[in-house]
């Protein structure tokens, strides 16, 4: 999705779909439906595929790098860390090794297929986990691909057709989640099942502690290993500045002033990220009660009119806009009127520089809109704002983004700086905006909501139900939630730009089956959709099973949010059991899984065999969604009789059939 997510603020005055490349897409998926082909699932890679452009890593720059050795780097993200560290990687490996090698960054989605990776020499792999172990959305189909195509290798019923093909990964992730880096290891098991080779160790990122570190590691080991390898690529000169290439080489958009006026958004289909439709607000209410210290608001988009159509259970994705304070500050430390207005253009040549936002735009949209002003900054934004400082502040720059080994940056940025404090805490240097929005700002990212409503019930409408983050960070500063705030601020009637990401998180086909929902805090989203839409099956008549609600909040008086809707659905009988754990009323914490324990032996028949019950959990995957699993294996162990390793199992096997399903964040 990073091109999706990145590109997103570019897509929403134009439409990138070309009727002909689509046309030849068709019938290439036409054509191979008639051949039989030895490569498995040919076919349904590319019939899982969009109308993408048809972008194969050795198709690029063909004129200019004719002859010379070719390296594919493939990115997998979300919110855009893979592919700055895929554009790291090349910039290294061109100021390490020269020119010399026709190097290509390629998002997942683009990647024209299987063959092509066939014929790559040397391919890199930067990927993400996300959810429950999954790929990121620009990855997914590639990765379906790839790892059905590794299991019919290893069954024996495939060809190793990937011998010869030399390849590293490096995958990224978060050791707070219970699948830690799981698509970068499933993807170099499938790779070496398929009969490629790796050159370097598979690097696994964490994001939790430093990431770039461990990103710098394991670039130090594919360097070595790269230096003693033979025949794999072109070893030229070293160029200077190699230790931090981005200082030297920031890649910078043409800036035209404009005098014309601001063009403006106009609304997509909000069928995809790259067509995001603005949505109306509704209502925004505030759902914690006024003794809460905290926020949580009830969002109503109105999508009438759109081509938007959901399901319970199903995510919106929203683009943002940064506050009023942030961008005002952001243009008076870049030196410009706010009400200046601009185009970016590319720059002719080679660039890795993606798609301009569309313009003639003015700097304080343009800041609003695009620029990730608050997240911690990357070093290599740092890097590509060092370019623009002179005197002592480059010395100053250097020393912290090289000082000790890398020890003055680890410690520098050990409070999560973000791209406003390196500027507050520089003033003198001043980026143009060129480069400014190509190299130093990353592009403010789409956030994700679980829809907290029905179609059933709200046609036309859709509900989002979220948390405002508030909250002080590690430099003291106070943080205001970009898009949460960006909610929370926006009166009725303001245009929201936002599409629907479908999910597989849905209820049983069949309304009979028993379902057991747990949800603390706006976990709860998802499940007021499934109760909405369980309430419209009662009013069509339909027999429903059992469902059991678990709930948990700080205190019955804050932030038990829906209350009187949740005990509504009990009357009508849309709910069979809700259970509230109020973790801050009592001597001692109340949480979900502590009554999921005390209903052990309800749950577990209705999660047995003979009745077939589904289990969903939503909200936090870093610690309740972890605890919860241990719950429900106990829960299983003790109704069941079964030892760990059973239960386990057990779980396991309910995962895999659909009925344990997980929307975690
Ligand atoms: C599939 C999915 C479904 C989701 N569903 C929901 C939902 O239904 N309801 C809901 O409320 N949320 C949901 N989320 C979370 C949501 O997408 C957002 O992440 C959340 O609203 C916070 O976004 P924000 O822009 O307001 O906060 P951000 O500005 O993105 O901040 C988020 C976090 O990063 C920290 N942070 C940001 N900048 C810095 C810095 N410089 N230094 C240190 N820390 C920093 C903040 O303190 C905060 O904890 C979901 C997420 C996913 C992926
Ligand atoms: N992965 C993430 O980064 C992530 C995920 C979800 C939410 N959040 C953030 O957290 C903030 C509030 O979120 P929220 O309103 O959804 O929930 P919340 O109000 O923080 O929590 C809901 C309830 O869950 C309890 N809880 C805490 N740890 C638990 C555990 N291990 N198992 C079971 N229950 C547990 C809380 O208790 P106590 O607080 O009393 O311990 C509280 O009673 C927001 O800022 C949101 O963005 C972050
Ligand atoms: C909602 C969410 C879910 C995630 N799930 C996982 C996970 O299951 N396993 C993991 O290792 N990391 C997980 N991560 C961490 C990301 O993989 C990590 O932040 C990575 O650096 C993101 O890369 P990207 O910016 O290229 O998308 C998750 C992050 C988020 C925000």
């Known amino acids: 999705m990073s091109g999706g997510a990145a590109e997103v603020g570019a897509g929403l005055l134009d439409n990138p779909l070309l009727a002909g490349i689509v046309g030849a897409l068709l019938l290439v998926v036409l054509v191979a439906g008639f051949v039989i082909i030895r490569r498995p699932s040919l076919l349904d890679y590319l019939k899982g595929r969009k109308g993408n452009v048809n972008h194969s890593a050795t198709a690029v720059d063909e004129d200019e790098d004719a002859g010379k050795p070719k390296i594919a780097i493939l990115f997998g993200t979300q919110t855009g860390t893979a592919e700055r560290f895929s554009k790291q990687l090349k910039s290294d490996l061109q100021a390490r090794y020269g020119k010399g090698n026709a190097i290509s960054v390629v998002d997942m989605e683009e990647y024209s297929g299987p063959d092509n990776l066939a014929d790559e020499k040397l391919v890199f ?104 390898s033979e025949g794999l690529f072109a070893k030229g000169e070293a160029t200077e500045g190699a230790a931090i290439p981005e200082v030297t080489a920031v890649q910078a958009y043409d800036v035209v002033p404009a005098s014309g006026p601001e063009t403006k ?33 009830h969002v109503e988009l109105d999508i009438r009119g759109s081509a938007i159509t959901y399901e319970a259970g199903d995510h919106v994705g929203v683009l943002p806009e940064n ?59 740092v890097a590509a704002f060092a370019a623009f400082a002179e005197s002592d502040d480059k ?71 979220c948390a405002v983050v508030n909250e002080k960070v590690a430099t003291g500063r106070l943080h205001e939630g970009v898009a949460s705030f960006f909610l929370k601020r926006a009166a009725v009637g303001t245009p929201v730009p936002v599409f629907v990401r479908r999910s597989t998180f849905r209820l049983p086909k069949d ?7 747990v949800g603390p805090g706006t976990g709860l989203a998802p499940f ?25 909040c700080r205190k019955a008086s804050h932030d038990y949010i829906y209350k009187e809707e949740l005990e509504s659905y009990l009357l009508s009988g849309a709910l069979t059991e809700l259970h509230v754990a109020f973790s801050r009323d009592g001597p001692s914490k109340e949480y979900v899984q502590h009554h999921l324990e005390k209903r052990t032996a309800d749950v577990g028949k209705l999660l047995s065999d003979e009745q077939g019950g589904f289990f969903y959990v939503c909200g936090d995957a870093k610690h309740m969604a972890k605890d919860v699993h241990r719950t429900l294996a106990n829960v299983l162990q003790t109704t069941c009789n079964y030892s760990s390793a059973d239960a386990e ?6 995962g895999e059939t659909g009925r344990y399903q997980k929307d975690v964040w």
């Not at 250097?398 to 680890?410: H, P, R, S």
């Not at 007021?528 to 948990?552: H, M, N, S, T, V």
């Open 125 to 228: 792999f930067m990927v993400a986990t996300y959810g429950d172990g999954e790929p990121t959305d620009n990855a997914a189909d590639f990765y379906g691909w790839l790892l059905k195509a590794a299991a019919e290798a290893e069954r024996g019923g495939g060809e190793q057709f990937l011998k010869g093909v030399t390849f590293g990964i490096f995958g990224l992730g978060n050791k707070q989640y219970e699948h830690f880096c799981m698509v970068g290891k499933r993807m170099q098991k499938a790779m070496i099942a398929l009969g490629a080779e790796p050159i370097v160790r598979r690097g696994d990122g964490d994001d939790d502690e430093d990431i770039e570190a461990d990103f710098d590691k394991w670039r130090e080991e594919l360097m070595t290993a790269l230096d003693a």
């Open 265 to 297: 958004l106009v609304s997509g289909s909000g069928v995809t990220a790259a067509t995001p439709y603005l949505a109306s607000v509704h209502v925004v209410r505030e759902l914690h009660s006024e003794k809460s210290d905290r926020s949580c608001i």
């Open 323 to 381: 506050g009023p304070e942030a961008v005002a500050r952001a243009a008076e430390l870049l030196g410009v009127p706010l009400d200046y207005a601009f185009s970016l253009t590319k720059p002719s040549g080679e660039s890795d520089l993606p798609s301009p936002f569309a313009g003639p735009i003015t700097l304080k949209t343009a800041l609003a809109r695009h620029a990730d002003l608050l997240s911690p900054i990357s070093k290599q934004s």
């Open 395 to 465: 010395e100053r720059l250097l020393d912290i983004l090289t000082g000790n080994g890398g020890a003055n940056y680890k410690e520098w940025h050990g409070t999560s700086k973000c791209l406003l404090e390196l500027m507050e805490e520089f003033p003198n240097v001043k980026p143009p905006l060129g480069a400014f929005f190509g190299s130093i700002a990353p592009r403010l990212q789409v956030r994700f909501y679980s829809i907290s409503s029905s179609p059933k019930q709200n046609p036309g409408h859709l509900h989002i139900t």
């Open 511 to 517: 309304t009979t089956t028993p379902v057991v929902m």
């Open 528 to 552: 007021r959709g499934f109760l909405q839409e369980r309430a419209a099956l009662i009013d069509a008549g339909a027999k429903l099973g059992p469902a059991f609600l678990f709930f948990g």
């Open 649 to 654: 199992a057990h779980v396991k096997r309910l």
